[in-house]
């Protein structure tokens, strides 16, 4: 199972960040609403992950974010159409 959070290998992340795996969209809304908190370095934009100052973020809101990562990477792939399975 791949990890729903880590700390930023790339240099780009900023020191005391999180980067937490996220699918796009959620990504996209996190950044509009509170750029102060959540931001995304050239390095991560192709990632499905966002990077979280951890020193602006309240632990109750972190707690809730990771649950969302959780349930992000541990979700079951949607089911294929009988056509794709065949290769058509």
Do not use: Q
Not at 1 to 20: F, G, K, Y
Not at 57 to 81: C, E, H, Q
């Amino acid at each position: 199972m791949e990890n729903s959070w880590r700390i930023p290998a790339n240099r780009s992340a900023e020191p005391n960040s999180l980067a937490v795996r996220v699918d796009f969209d959620d990504r996209a809304e996190l950044l509009a609403t509170n750029p102060d908190v959540y931001y995304v370095t050239d390095h991560y934009v192709g990632y499905s992950a966002v990077l979280v100052r951890l020193s602006c973020v309240n632990p109750d809101v972190l707690r809730d974010l990771l649950g969302m990562a959780y349930k992000f990477v541990t979700r079951k792939p949607a089911p294929r159409s009988p056509a794709r399975k065949r290769g058509k």
